[in-house]
């Protein structure tokens, strides 16, 4: 095939019921978010030729695209954990830019939080022991724990307080107020993330992401489809990619995430600058995961997220860099692996379909450029996409 290059768009997104969904298995989940993206769209199911999932069926996305009764052409499984989907989102474009693929869904359901309530899993989630992992599990590492003592690192190194790792968790519920979406919406106060139960040190309950069930989906889209679908563009401007390590003891610095790498990369081929940026949409299945992928990303310099969060600037409201725009996975829903939702908020955000919490630019106009960047495991892998409205 002749090398070509086709501009990338968003034509559609949807989240499935979230929250508390006790009626519905993951595959309906998976169905309905779909079904909602192509609707938003305005497209039929005829026109996905390719398709992208991870996290459900022995064959994993063969099951769920039978299930949607798609019989796709290009096919990714790609799974780094919460970071999944940018990862994704950033070689579905690849494809339909050179011409192997027209149009791409992305689609994820979970009850996770239906799941624990029904005995169907515990609430611990482990990765095994074999591989490379065997050389920690041993010491009773937690995935918790892992980030609690990167956490503390960036406290030790840089002063960070935790007072300042819980203004992201108020800022972020500040933010889920405006949502009606959001599972969790009254206010909180630093000193009641402070005097929430300790779940691994520094990390109260406050600190940590919640559980809930849910499903996501996003339509990606050559150029030539645009002008079919009911909903204005978001272009993918530039996407970024990385992993770092597996075992903690590979970890070089545990004050920097991958998303110095996968960040610096998407910046660079969008060919902007992180201050032209009008929001930002950030993996945070932990305060500290907000706070260092701040810095990563070149919002503020490294030691100095502490000092930048804790002045209100993550706020729809008055803030200087509105981040977690719908409450985030400390307050709005985390049905695992939330990186395809960071994807629907920006894109809603950049359309002008924020509501109550919809964010506006410097001049008072809708945003023009947002920022989607999810991490997986415990720092292992991050994917960044720059997104863009004409």
């Known amino acids: 095939m002749t090398a070509r290059s086709r501009k990338v768009a968003v034509v559609g997104v ?4 979230c929250g508390r969904v006790d009626d519905m298995t993951p595959y309906a989940l998976h169905a309905q978010a779909a079904r909602r993206a192509l609707a938003d769209a305005g497209l039929g199911r005829e ?98 724990a892992k980030y609690a003592m990167a956490a503390r690192r960036h406290m030790i190194e840089h002063g960070t307080t935790i007072e300042q790792l819980a203004q992201v968790a108020v800022q972020t519920r500040a933010n889920a107020a405006l949502n009606p979406e959001a599972m ?11 005097a929430g139960p ?13 559980r809930s069930d849910g499903g996501a989906a996003v339509l990606l889209a050559a150029e030539e489809f645009v002008r079919d679908c009911r909903t204005a563009p978001v272009w993918i401007l530039g996407t970024g990619e990385h992993i770092s390590h597996a075992a903690m003891s590979e970890w070089p610095d545990f004050t920097t995430g991958p998303a110095a790498v996968s960040g610096r990369l998407a910046f660079e081929r969008a060919g902007i ?31 100095e997220g502490g000092a930048f969060v804790e002045k209100g600037r993550l ?30 908020e920006a894109v809603r955000q950049l ?36 997104l863009g409205r004409e």
């Open 273 to 303: 600058r992180p201050q032209e940026v009008d929001f930002a949409e950030i993996y945070d299945a932990f305060t500290y995961m907000t706070l260092v992928t701040l810095e990563d990303l070149g919002f503020c310099g490294k030691g």
């Open 14 to 17: 949807s989240l499935a019921d």
């Open 47 to 144: 026109v996905v030729d390719g398709f992208a999932s991870a996290g459900l069926g022995t064959l994993a996305p063969v099951e769920v695209a039978e299930y949607l009764g798609l019989r796709p052409t290009w096919v990714d499984s790609t799974s780094v954990g919460g970071s999944t989907w940018e990862v994704m989102a950033a070689h579905a474009a690849d494809a339909i830019a050179s011409g192997h693929a027209n149009a791409v869904l992305l689609v994820y359901g979970s009850t996770a939080r239906a799941d624990v309530r029904d005995g169907r899993r515990t609430a611990n989630l482990s990765f095994g022991s074999r591989g490379p992992l065997q050389f920690e599990v041993p010491y009773g590492h937690t995935l918790i």
């Open 351 to 386: 359309r002008g379909e924020g509501g109550e919490r919809q964010v506006r630019a410097r001049d008072g106009q809708l945003p023009r450029l947002g920022v989607a960047s999810a991490t997986g495991g415990w720092f292992c892998s991050s994917g960044t996409l720059v």
């Open 184 to 194: 969790y919406r009254d206010p909180v106060t630093v000193d009641d993330v402070l």
């Open 198 to 210: 300790m779940i691994a040190d520094p990390f109260t309950k406050l600190h940590c992401c919640i």
């Open 315 to 344: 706020l729809v409201r008055g803030g200087e860099l509105p981040v977690n725009t719908d409450g985030g996975g400390l307050s709005a829903q985390h049905p695992g692996m939330r990186g395809l939702f960071l994807l629907v």
